[in-house]
């Protein structure tokens, strides 16, 4: 709630800002002091309120372009959410057989390196691949 109440306040600097950068810019563009420009768009009630409309239109063309990028943004994020989640879909489905591939011995080994946190060595990738070399032998030679 405290940035609601806040945000008008926001706008308004923003808006008072960009006004002063226009009449700065316009000042330097035609070679005027800052004062003369802005006695004259505080005269005159009409370019005040055509500057202000303007201001009003880029703030608008800046915040559906900003609105329109974030929208992208997340179309491209849901998308990545899909392809994670498929893929960890995936890697669960191969640890169950894994596991379930593996002996008592490689999980216990697994577990020991788990609980020291060294990583899987060579030695322990070979010992993964001893379940399918004996089914392998036992279901008759593949080659």
């Given at each position: 709630?405290?940035a609601?109440?806040?945000?008008?306040?926001?706008?308004?600097?923003?808006?008072?800002?960009?006004?002063?950068?226009?009449?700065?810019?316009?000042?330097?563009?035609?070679?005027?002091?800052?004062?003369?420009?802005?006695?004259?768009?505080?005269?005159?009630?009409?370019?005040?309120?055509?500057?202000?409309?303007?201001?009003?239109?880029?703030?608008?063309?800046?915040?559906?372009?900003?609105m329109?990028?974030?929208?992208?943004?997340?179309?491209?994020?849901?998308?990545?959410?899909?392809?994670?989640?498929?893929?960890?879909?995936?890697?669960?489905?191969?640890?169950?057989?894994?596991?379930?591939?593996?002996?008592?011995?490689?999980?216990?080994?697994?577990?020991?390196?788990?609980?020291?946190?060294?990583?899987?060595?060579?030695?322990?990738?070979?010992?993964?691949?001893?379940?399918?070399?004996?089914?392998?032998?036992g279901?008759?030679s593949?080659?």
């Amino acid at each position: 709630m405290n940035a609601q109440c806040c945000r008008p306040v926001a706008m308004d600097l923003g808006v008072y800002q960009l006004r002063h950068f226009s009449i700065s810019f316009l000042s330097s563009l035609l070679g005027t002091d800052n004062s003369s420009l802005r006695l004259d768009s505080s005269s005159s009630g009409a370019s005040v309120v055509a500057i202000d409309n303007k201001i009003e239109q880029a703030m608008d063309l800046v915040k559906s372009h900003l609105m329109y990028a974030v929208r992208e943004e997340v179309e491209v994020l849901k998308e990545q959410i899909k392809e994670l989640i498929e893929k960890n879909s995936q890697l669960e489905q191969e640890n169950t057989l894994l596991k379930t591939l593996a002996s008592p011995e490689q999980l216990a080994q697994f577990q020991a390196q788990l609980q020291t946190g060294s990583p899987p060595s060579s030695q322990s990738q070979g010992t993964t691949q001893q379940p399918a070399q004996p089914a392998s032998q036992g279901s008759g030679s593949s080659a």
